[in-house]
């Protein structure tokens, strides 16, 4: 089966999850949970490139869009941003290592920022809310949740490399 039909089941399975069960660990008054389909995004960027990765990232983010039953789009600019941001890391001869260390805790926080960012300022446009206020109670929170989930799939990948 080609990786990119493997990704985009992936894509379809962590979208289920990420709009049915992950409000189970959402943090804070403001329910503040990780971007599951934002971090299969940027590992799919890293592998893939600018591209591909941006196409991934509007995809996915069109999807979460469709069964969010919000703002058409606004996930699919935000994640397409990801996708794109995250395809800068695409360097054949440092793959793994931006993929199986905590390089991509980094990239992942920046990509994270980026979306959120995006997604954020748009969504709170026209209300009472500050930048600020916007900034420290949703966009950092996020990126950092999400950043400490992709932990779990840098050890994943060293392990399922190693075995190689």
Do not use: H
Request: net charge positive.
């Amino acid at each position: 089966m080609s990786e990119y039909i493997k990704f985009g089941i992936l894509f379809v399975i962590l979208t289920l999850i990420q709009k049915s069960l992950v409000w189970l660990i959402a943090v804070s008054e403001y329910q503040i949970t990780p971007d599951l389909v934002l971090i299969g995004i940027v590992y799919f960027g890293i592998r893939k490139g600018k591209i591909p990765g941006s196409v991934a990232g509007f995809a996915a983010g069109l999807l979460f869009d469709l069964l969010s039953f919000s703002f058409i789009g606004l996930s699919a600019l935000g994640k397409a941003t990801a996708g794109f941001i995250s395809g800068f890391f695409n360097n054949e001869n440092k793959i793994d290592k931006y993929t199986q260390s905590l390089t991509f805790i980094f990239i992942l926080f920046l990509c994270s920022l980026f979306n959120n960012f995006l997604y954020f300022s748009l969504y709170f446009q026209g209300t009472s809310l500050s930048f600020i206020a916007i900034l420290i109670r949703y966009i950092l929170p996020t990126a950092i949740y999400t950043s400490l989930l992709g932990i779990p799939l840098i050890i994943f990948t060293k392990r399922r490399f190693a075995k190689r």
